[in-house]
T-cell receptor, first 114, second 113 residues
């Protein structure tokens, strides 16, 4: 089983709809992240959370919100989806400590907004 | 904010050839990470570098942490078809931690059998 699981894997929806992408992890990591990937632009950070009570905006948080329901769960919401939010979305986790802990990614959610 | 310039953007090579790609930063990093993304999957960590000058191998992959701490290199020797994918470099966005990472825009590698 995957350590970082994203659902759904694919979603097609219409402009104006509310959408929630979910992420759960079995790695026991405190830190969780949501990224967006667009062709030629690499991965851009949307939101991140260092623990259940901590939520921080990333570089492209406008139009998105998140909820950290538990240590293992971090969901991303688009309150009113628009076509330029069509992208591949990744959840990631990392371990605790001051040290340099690499991030571990889920397999992504491909979101298309018509 | 910190920026990473990754090059080349894409490479088309023949099976068996060696590959080299690099990343440069606008500021000093204390960590460099190299990830590979296979089609339809999330990025997977290949190599982590934590010290200037460090040279680390993972099978046919070798990565180096530049002496200036502003660059890193990834080499793949004797490429095979399963090396196809997007390779990303990444480094800490601010401070000394990996809590937030900045990613390069990726190098798309195509290997012709």
């Amino acid at each position: 089983d995957a350590d970082v699981t994203q659902t759904p894997r694919n979603r097609i929806t219409k402009t104006g709809k509310r959408i929630m992408l979910e992420c759960s992890q079995t790695k026991g990591h405190d830190r969780m992240y949501w990224y967006r990937q667009d062709p030629g632009l690499g991965l851009r950070l949307i939101y991140y959370s260092f623990d259940v009570k901590d939520i921080n905006k990333g570089e492209i948080s406008d139009g998105y919100s998140v909820s950290r329901q538990a240590q293992a769960k971090f969901s991303l919401s688009l309150e009113s989806a628009i076509p330029n939010q069509t992208a591949l979305y990744f959840c990631a986790t990392s371990g605790p400590g001051q040290g340099n802990q690499p991030q571990h990614f889920g397999d992504g959610t491909r979101l298309s907004i018509l | 904010g910190q920026q990473l310039n990754q090059s080349p953007q894409s490479m088309f090579i023949q099976e068996g050839e060696d590959v080299s790609m690099n990343c440069t930063s606008s500021s000093i990093f204390n960590t460099w990470l190299w990830y590979k993304q296979d089609p339809g999957e999330g990025p997977v960590l290949l190599i982590a570098l934590y010290k200037a000058g460090e040279l680390t191998s993972n099978g046919r992959l070798t990565a180096q942490f530049g002496i200036t701490r502003k660059d890193s290199f990834l080499n793949i020797s004797a490429s095979i078809p399963s090396d196809v994918g997007i390779y990303f470099c990444a480094g800490p966005t601010s401070g000394g931690s990996n809590y937030k990472l900045t990613f390069g825009k990726g190098t798309l590698l195509t290997v012709n059998p």
